[in-house]
């Protein structure tokens, strides 16, 4: 990727040049009516609390700026590091740099329910910070303490903040159907329209959006009267942040590897404009002494640096990645197939080298059981075609099989081929079949019985198989072909 994005340097003298503006407006006689207002932003950390000491030591030079810089999140900051997701409380670590770095607000994302509403409401009750979300509906039984919206003061402005999540299909958000017991949810679009009269009643109006990038766009156009919507859930990098129907919409990639900061213009009391750059926490230059310690604190995990085996190659895509986990699946299980969708696999390369429990948590980070199925051979092709369809067109990773899927026009799937590793496929045959569990509850599929539970976990059967192997290589392998 080209480093077009701004580096602190070039960012920190273009924010100098916004303090003058500040500084002639802080100097009319209305300092309420006429001031700057800072917003730093980010989406989808997804528990990358390696990044922190840098990105506190951009907010401390940032803030010798903008003193009450307004920092917030669009959701998702946890799963994807064990060091964090195994912590007991889960999450924890996450919360408490949140806490330290000073986050006002934050919406709620698809991955903060994947330890269920219990979970995510101790998350909440250990914030400093709001968690909003204005179209999940919570019975009165549930104690869950999220609002729909906050409105906050910076230099006398009122500022706005709606919160809300994406849901998909199913009407629900993206993540494991067990998360949601007793919880539902309503459609962003037809939320929208409730809350509009929060114009009315701020100089700054935002939407904090886990609905990702083509509906923020969406909601611009349809819903004008927000000044800025910052999202999340896509993991879009929006290099150079523009309006869109009058509306500026950003996000800022994921994993904390980018930030996004926005100034208002207030003058007059009235918002005259709005302007935002990308900044590059990943190559910023200095890290915060305390936070390092803290987070050298909680990386001393001896457990998730135990050495498995070793890579004898790099692992260069989230297919090879996929490949070895399912691999690991089926030899564990004594299933004939087993599947995993694109979406479990949460990193995109591996160096050679040694492979920690750390890695395996690190690429499928969501301690899912492994269910086992018996199929016919006419069931697992449409079990392949659905779970094609329920995955965003994307492939499913596999073992025990190579298969390509033929699709019209649109990618919609037409048939399927499958050529086994050994024998030769059969629809009438009865094939055992291991998925993860998310597979299991999510994709429609029709089997010859209810489906016999491992009590195992995909992580844990990669672990177990991997303690098995001296070395490993996968660099170049492709199971799945449309």
Request: glycine fraction near 6%; include cysteine; proline fraction near 4%.
């Amino acid at each position: 990727m080209k480093r077009s994005f701004l580096c602190f340097g070039i960012a920190l003298a273009i924010l100098l040049g916004f303090y003058a503006c500040d500084t002639i407006l802080e100097n009319q006689a209305d300092k309420k009516n006429n001031a700057v207002v800072a917003v730093v932003s980010v989406n989808d950390i997804h528990s990358s609390i390696d990044m922190m000491p840098q990105f506190a030591a951009m907010l401390d030079s940032l803030r010798g700026i903008y003193p009450d810089l307004l920092l917030l999140s669009a959701g998702d900051n946890r799963t994807g590091n064990p060091v964090n997701d195994l912590y007991e409380p889960a999450n924890y670590p996450m919360i408490m740099f949140m806490n330290k770095l000073g986050f006002d607000l934050c919406t709620v994302g698809n991955h903060d329910w994947d330890g269920g509403v219990e979970a995510l409401q101790k998350n909440i009750e250990e914030s400093d910070f709001p968690f909003l979300c204005a179209n999940v509906m919570v019975p009165q039984d549930i104690k869950l303490d999220v609002k729909p919206y906050q409105i906050i003061q910076r230099q006398g402005v009122n500022i706005a903040v709606l919160g809300l999540i994406e849901i998909g299909a199913s009407g629900i958000p993206s993540a494991h159907p067990r998360c949601f017991t007793k919880i539902s949810f309503k459609k962003p679009m037809d939320v929208l329209p409730e809350y509009q009269f929060l114009k009315d009643k701020a100089d700054i109006f935002i939407l904090l959006s886990h609905l990702g990038y083509e509906d923020d766009l969406e909601v611009a156009e349809r819903f004008p009267a927000f000044d800025a919507i910052f999202g999340g859930h896509t993991h879009t990098l929006t290099e150079m942040p523009t309006k869109h129907n009058g509306v500026m919409v950003t996000q800022a990639g994921a994993n904390l590897q980018y930030a996004t900061l926005t100034l208002f213009m207030i003058r007059g009391g009235k918002l005259v404009d709005v302007v935002s750059k990308t900044l590059d926490v990943k190559h910023f230059g200095k890290k915060n002494a305390e936070v390092q310690a803290l987070l050298d604190e909680f990386n001393k995990n001896e457990r998730l640096n135990v050495v498995l085996t070793t890579a004898k190659t790099n692992f260069d895509s989230k297919e090879e990645l996929g490949c070895m986990l399912t691999d690991a699946v089926r030899s564990v299980s004594g299933a004939d197939f087993a599947f995993n969708n694109s979406g479990g696999i949460r990193v995109d390369h591996l160096l050679k080298g040694p492979i920690t429990i750390k890695d395996i948590y690190n690429i499928d980070p969501f301690n899912n059981a492994v269910v086992v199925f018996k199929m016919t051979g006419s069931q697992l092709e449409q079990f392949i075609m659905e779970s094609y369809k329920r995955n965003g067109r994307n492939l499913s990773f596999v073992s025990g099989m190579t298969y390509t899927i033929e699709t019209d026009a649109n990618r919609y799937p037409k048939s399927v081929e499958i050529k086994l590793d050994k024998g030769r496929f059969s629809k009438n045959a009865v094939y055992k079949v291991a998925m993860n569990s998310y597979m299991a509850e999510t994709v429609r599929f029709e089997s010859l019985d209810d489906g016999e539970s491992h009590f195992m976990t995909t992580e844990e059967m990669a672990i177990e198989y991997l303690k098995t192997k001296k070395t490993v290589s996968y660099n170049g392998v492709r199971r799945a072909f449309r």
